[in-house]
């Protein structure tokens, strides 16, 4: 099991295991040395990225979407080694800056609960102070909604970790070469893989202490929550089970009087009344788990909705079908046999339509106001 | 072999220019082709030469480029002689046929 970055080559996204990005990162590193004095250095390093993108998708297809630390240094090997073109010619005039889409993340450096006033403010260019008082005066004209709402934006708003992230809350747009020009203004001795590699780690701040017991607490709300649903649909589940099970091999003689009704009628009936309470019950017990687990809701999720959603609205379609066949049946029966057999029991309802023999008065069973009455079998 | 091969590693740099250019001559060209014409000869280089190349030729006004759409992927950047070029070419292969014409005549 390989670690993998993403790295933006010429406006593309490459997945690449993590060795061969340091490969690549020093390859580039050199490549920018040797043409310090090159006019046109920047150029040059673009067409760089853009022949290794070309490399790179080369070695990726519809089952392969990482690029290994092998295929890494063919490419470098194929690329060659970088000679400048001697030259004392002027450069050339320098293209202007472009813009990129943004991407809200939370920032950890110097937050002071999560890391979301500072990345709104990143994303919208404006000082954080002006985000946090934002923050808090709204939270008197809400009644406290705001706060809620930031707790929202803390769980679900992910954090970014990487320069890559970074970038993109700015919407600058971010290149390997970037790394390393950052890499090189940052740190002196870039080629020290050790030291570079603990710089990397030790970069990412922690959360400020309010938001670490804060935001555990919530998640452990979440998980609470979320494990309470989980409970109760297995509840569910079981009733189901035990349902499908009693109609098949139980003695319920519900049917065998209005013999008309197959038992798989009222099995889909009862499956497609399960699908109905279980979806959204599994649907609820996902989000919270997901959001107690602290992990983000990307397109995947979405995608997942509208399976969840589209099964749901058929359920409710099959349920529906179902009753209407069913209840049809049962007062069809009913009218030519003046009583129902539930079990042992016969039922009748409105005794003057009851056959005859001894009926005893019962208690109001599905429709409150009609009179019921019963006998054994 | 490689020995001699390696004795001429500094003539073969020099003359990439040489090769470089002919093999735009033929016509519009793309890094890769060049790349790829030349894989088979003596002048077997890779990007991290050939970019800096082209773009001191370029500086030079031997050679210009344009952007053109590629059905896979990103544009990119075909190139071709400018007069310069071509005048520039013609001279370095008079120049080219001058050293082996002297290099033959030596050893009479």
């Not at chain 1, 603990?198 to 555990?216: M, R, T, W």
Request: with cysteine; proline share 4%.
């Amino acid at each position: 099991m390989n670690k993998v970055t993403t790295i933006n080559l010429n406006g593309k996204a490459y997945q690449l295991e993590e060795a061969g990005y340091d490969l690549l990162k020093k390859y580039l590193e050199q490549a920018r040395k040797k043409l310090a004095n090159d006019p046109d250095k920047d150029e040059i390093l673009a067409d760089f990225e853009r022949a290794i993108a070309e490399k790179c998708e080369g070695h990726l297809h519809a089952r392969k979407n990482v690029i290994t630390e092998k295929e890494v240094q063919k490419i470098i090997d194929d690329m060659g080694p970088v000679e400048p073109a001697d030259d004392k010619e002027q450069a050339n005039a320098e293209d202007g800056p472009k813009t990129h889409p943004k991407r809200l993340y939370a920032l950890r450096e110097g937050a002071v609960i999560g890391g979301v006033a500072n990345g709104l403010a990143a994303y919208f260019n404006i000082d954080v102070t002006i985000v946090r008082v934002l923050f808090v005066l709204l939270v008197f004209p809400t009644s406290g909604l705001m706060i809620l709402i930031y707790l929202l934006l803390m769980l679900v708003v992910p954090v970014a970790e990487t320069p890559e992230q970074k970038a993109e809350l700015r919407g600058e747009q971010f290149t390997a070469q970037d790394v390393l020009q950052r890499a090189k203004e940052k740190y002196a001795d870039i080629s020290n893989k050790e030291h570079w590699q603990k710089v990397a780690a030790d970069s990412q701040p922690a959360l400020s202490g309010i938001g670490k017991v804060l935001q555990k607490l919530i998640r452990a709300v979440f998980v609470i929550v979320g494990i309470g649903f989980g409970i109760a649909l297995g509840c569910l589940t079981a009733a189901w089970v035990s349902g499908l099970w009693w109609l098949a091999f139980g003695h319920l003689h519900l049917v065998d009087q209005l013999s008309t009704i197959s038992v798989w009628t009222i099995a889909t009936g009862v499956t497609a009344a399960y699908f109905i309470a279980a979806l959204p019950l599994a649907g609820i017990t996902v989000c919270l788990l997901k959001i107690g687990a602290g992990r983000p809701f990307g397109r995947q999720s979405a995608r997942w909705l509208a399976a969840v959603a589209s099964l749901w609205i058929i359920a409710i379609g099959v349920f529906a079908g179902t009753a209407i066949v069913t209840s049809g049946r049962i007062s069809a029966y009913q009218s030519t046999h003046g009583y129902l057999t539930i079990d042992s029991h016969q039922i009748c309802i409105n005794d003057t339509l009851c056959p005859g023999g001894e009926w005893r008065a019962s208690k109001p069973l599905l429709l409150p106001r009609a009179h019921y009455y019963y006998r054994m079998n | 072999m490689s020995n001699i091969s390696d004795k001429f590693g500094p003539l073969r740099k020099g003359m990439l220019e040489l090769a470089v250019l002919k093999t735009v001559s033929a016509g519009k060209a793309y890094a890769a082709d060049i790349l790829k014409k030349l894989e088979q000869t003596e002048f077997a280089t890779g990007e991290g030469t050939l970019y800096p190349l082209l773009s001191r030729l370029r500086r030079e006004q031997l050679l210009e480029y344009d952007w053109v759409e590629s059905e896979a992927g990103p544009p990119r950047k075909y190139y071709h002689l400018t007069e310069t070029g071509k005048k520039q070419l013609v001279e370095l292969e008079a120049y080219w046929h001058a050293l082996s014409e002297t290099m033959e005549k030596l050893g009479a």
